[in-house]
């Protein structure tokens, strides 16, 4: 009779510890050019908007931006928005070359104390058709970004929504949890009865 709570106890941990895994790091789900975009002068800024909060700890969030030839062109740190602590953004020079960009992100969430990081890109090409990227790079994550040109071909980001859907990776950690539940309950009780 003892294994019942024990079980129950299981049963109801499983699908928070099966959550908590799935969600460990802090994840871009918008980026602003969008990763594979095609435009003929340069954003004037990169936008990162993540999964998570991110700490506030000099050096743990950053986002770099390396031109074709493989050089630095951000000339300022990345900077965490204060109103919205999961957006990142860093200035950029407008008078960039032509060329293919490489964006490389770094973050520290703020939730769980795990780092993350990758790379993503963009193109400056005037020869070629406009493309928008991918913006929104997590399918359950709400339209990461609109924009509205300024007078100086550069463009101001402003991230949008905030969530309101749940997340399928949680519903099935949650029916996962209950099956395990059910299971070990109906062992249990089946155990018990047999002499």
């Keep these: 009779m003892r294994l019942l709570p024990l079980a129950i106890g ?9 959550v908590s895994s799935v969600f460990a790091h802090a994840e871009p789900v918008g980026i602003t050019p969008g990763d594979g975009a095609v435009m003929a002068t340069s954003p004037g800024e990169v936008v990162v908007q993540m999964s998570q909060e991110m700490a506030r700890r000099e050096g743990a ?9 493989g050089t630095e062109v951000t000339i ?3 900077a965490i928005d204060n109103s919205d ?9 407008l008078d960039l ?14 939730e769980d104390g795990d780092d993350a ?19 929104n790079l997590r399918e359950d994550a709400p339209p990461p970004a609109t924009e ?5 071909g550069a463009a101001t980001t402003v991230f ?7 997340s399928w990776v949680l519903v099935v950690a949650v029916a996962v949890g209950m099956f395990v539940l059910g299971s070990g309950t109906t062992f249990l009780l089946v155990q018990k009865q047999q002499p």
Excluded: C
Excluded at 10 to 18: D, N, S, T, Y
Excluded at 61 to 66: E, P, S
Excluded at 160 to 166: H, K, S, Y
């Design 61 to 69: 969030n950053d986002i770099d931006v390396f031109g074709p030839d």
């Design 85 to 93: 602590r999961t957006k990142i953004a860093v200035a950029i020079p």
């Design 76 to 78: 300022v740190a990345a």
């Design 117 to 135: 990081s990758g790379t993503l890109s963009f193109t400056i090409d005037p020869s070629k058709p406009a493309a928008p990227g991918q913006t």
């Design 160 to 166: 949008g929504g905030g969530g309101g859907g749940t």
């Design 148 to 152: 509205t040109p300024a007078g100086d």
């Design 10 to 18: 299981i049963g109801l941990l499983l699908p928070l510890v099966l």
């Design 97 to 110: 070359p032509v060329g293919t960009y490489e964006v490389r992100w770094k973050t520290l969430s703020a």
